[in-house]
């Protein structure tokens, strides 16, 4: 049987004693965490793409008989 493989969510890594620890000493809070990871999220998304106006067709120059 294969397991899948996940990467654990932020809110489970800020959750884990060890990582809270490590933080704590660092003087790193939870909410300052997710407050950046929000920051980042928003200045790295990409712009929604509009799609260009559609030009209508140039008509072809009649050809006569001069």
Do not use: C, F, I, N
């Not at 884990?16 to 990871?37: A, C, H, I, N």
């Amino acid at each position: 049987m294969m397991m899948a493989h996940h990467e654990p969510r932020l809110t489970d890594l800020l959750e884990d004693p060890v990582v809270r620890l490590v933080m704590e000493r660092d003087g790193v809070y939870r909410d300052d965490v997710l407050k950046l990871m929000r920051s980042m999220a928003q200045k790295t998304a990409k712009p929604a793409v509009k799609a260009a106006p559609v030009k209508p067709p140039v008509p072809e120059p009649a050809l006569g008989h001069a």
